[in-house]
């Protein structure tokens, strides 16, 4: 990989801050850009952060005070939807899947990940935009064997038409709009005007968002990592 990934890290407890800055320093693509003890004062950080030093990824923890993981990550992901965001966090992932998927989340990291975990899921996140691992693998497939789950996390009036899922299924290939509209043999601004919609349809904040839907209804396969 040759580009450097920024790493921004919010967390309200200094030896976890300065403990993951110390696990990320040995590695050459990866650089620590910013750190932040609390939600408030990241999201001032990054009013004040030029383009060249945004952080590409967001490792955020979920119990902090004044404002806690989740409620930045809503922050976030309106203000700044390009950012990726992994969720640190000391409770079992399950009691928060669905909102995270919900949220546009790329992964989820136990704070007790050894490093080979922590510099897998980054890598993964800044190349592909999400992360799964076999415990994420098995419960999206139980999300997924579930109607009820299914409709809890995406509630839609209309379902998504034929083209839409067309759409969507080169989206989670990674084409880039122009590409979408030259395989479908339609316009950039039809395309943009497709995803659009699909987003409103399933209610997802970013395109992670449309991934996750697209695994959890079975027209994007889950690739196993």
Known sequence: ????????????EQLILEGVKMLLSS??????????????G???SLENTSPNDFPDIALVDVQMQPMNGFELVEILKEKYPDLKIIILSSHYKTTILGYMVKLGVSAFLPKNSNRNAFIEAITMVYKNGIFFTPEDHQM???YMNSPTKKRTLFEMDD???????DVV?????????????EKLFISPRTVESHRQRIVEKIGAKNTVGIVIYAIINNIHPLERI
Do not use: H, W, Y
């Not at 990934?5 to 919010?10: M, T, V």
């Not at 050459?28 to 408030?40: A, C, H, L, R």
């Not at 299924?169 to 509209?181: D, V, Y």
């Open 140 to 142: 999206i497939f139980s």
């Open 27 to 40: 590695e050459q693509n990866i650089s620590v850009v910013s750190t932040s003890n609390n939600g408030p």
């Open 159 to 165: 379902e998504l038409s034929d083209r839409e899922k």
């Open 1 to 12: 990989m040759n580009s450097q990934i920024k790493i921004a890290l919010i967390d309200d």
């Open 169 to 181: 299924k080169l989206i989670c290939q990674e084409f880039t709009n122009n590409e979408i509209a």
């Open 42 to 44: 990241f999201l001032e």
